[in-house]
Nanobody, 124 residues
Framework: QVQLVESGGGLVQAGGSLRLSCAAS????????MGWFRQAPGKEREFVAT????????YYADSVKGRFTISRDNAKNTVSLQMNSLKPEDTAVYYC?????????????????WGKGTLVIVSS
């Protein structure tokens, strides 16, 4: 079992930065690929970024590439999402998720575990 708890959301002006964190409980954290999804009001949930279990590979949605950076610390059971140059269209609830492989994030497979989400609001 892995439990995920997100933090770091809030209100920021366009062009600003936020850092989201996801704390995981459970001894098997390091065996999972981790990632982030987001869901804006009235829209479907969409993939944002994922990182392999080792941290050696990362993948991003085109909409955030070059602005967001995903990282993980297996010793601390955490995964982070550094978000720079934020835009109003980045406003959404951001969810942390875990799956056996990073390709499962990319191929829209069901995730094994989800956090409850943290709200990010970017004002124009």
């Amino acid at each position: 079992q892995v439990q995920l708890v997100e933090s770091g959301g809030g209100l920021v002006q366009a062009g600003g930065s936020l850092r989201l964190s996801c704390a995981a409980s459970g001894r098997t954290f390091s065996s999972y690929a981790m990632g982030w999804f987001r869901q804006a009001p009235g829209k479907e949930r969409e993939f944002v970024a994922t990182i392999t279990w080792s941290g050696g590979n990362t993948y991003y949605a085109d909409s955030v590439k070059g602005r967001f950076t995903i990282s993980r610390d297996n010793a601390k059971n955490t995964v982070s999402l550094q978000m720079n140059s934020l835009k109003p269209e980045d406003t959404a609830v951001y969810y942390c998720a875990a799956a056996p492989t990073a390709t499962m994030f990319l191929d829209n497979y069901d995730m094994d575990y989800w956090g409850k989400g943290t709200l990010v609001i970017v004002s124009s």
